[in-house]
């Protein structure tokens, strides 16, 4: 697999296992940062000359991005938040993240478990292995609940090609550990109340949430 950041290849150990070896690119720190002061002075110029642009801290916004995915170029960080992520999705059955071969790792390369399966989206290889779309979508669910309301440490980038279903057992796998988020204690609450106010329609209450 390709992507702007990285390249992931499947390998063999000497016992005879699958992995998914994922390597940084070449020149890539300097790549990205010199893209990402780029994107900030290009939002710092807009800032200067629409309203909208200046309301949103646009420059605010893509630095954070920027700063975000630098940190996802030290995949020491990324396999923390695999450990981490794996603790708070253990009480959850069929639902985890792929097992890091430690040892074989650095912040430039990162050693996985082969997970063989196909995106969580693949309805008819879903339904053709016997799984229950139900079944999966609750697990995703609790999975949410526990991420977010619960422990409060949470997977960043969960789209389609980040969460697999293994055809085989059905265990639902998120991949991609690099984006991370945390709530604290207080936000926990203010998502809780706002998910109480939106189920029970109440406008007054989502108003004063949202303060």
Do not use: C
């Not at 998914?20 to 020149?27: D, E, L």
């Not at 789209?159 to 204690?185: A, I, Q």
């Amino acid at each position: 697999a390709a992507a702007s950041l990285a390249h992931v290849h499947k390998a063999k150990l000497h016992d005879g296992s699958d992995v998914a070896v994922k390597i940084q690119r070449p020149n890539i720190h300097a790549q990205l940062r010199s893209d990402v002061r780029i994107l900030v002075r290009m939002s710092q110029a807009m800032e200067r000359r629409a309203r909208w642009a200046e309301d949103m801290d646009l420059s605010g916004i893509v630095l954070e991005f920027g700063t975000t995915l630098l940190r996802e170029l030290d995949y020491r960080i990324e396999a923390y938040n695999a450990r981490r992520l794996s603790r708070v999705l253990e009480p959850i059955e069929g639902i985890r993240v792929p097992d890091v071969h430690y040892d074989l790792s650095s912040s430039g390369v990162l050693t996985l478990e082969f997970i063989r399966g196909v995106k969580s989206t693949n309805a008819a290889a879903i339904e053709e292995a016997g799984l229950e779309p139900e079944v999966l979508a609750d697990r995703v669910v609790r999975a949410a609940v526990k991420m977010l309301m619960i422990d409060g440490f949470f997977h960043g980038d969960p789209h389609p090609g980040n969460v697999f279903v293994d055809l085989d057992n059905g265990d639902m796998v998120m991949l991609d550990t690099g984006m991370v988020g945390e709530l604290t204690f207080q936000q926990r609450i203010k998502l809780g109340s706002l998910l109480l106010t939106v189920r029970n329609g109440d406008v007054e209450g989502l108003a004063q949430t949202l303060k």
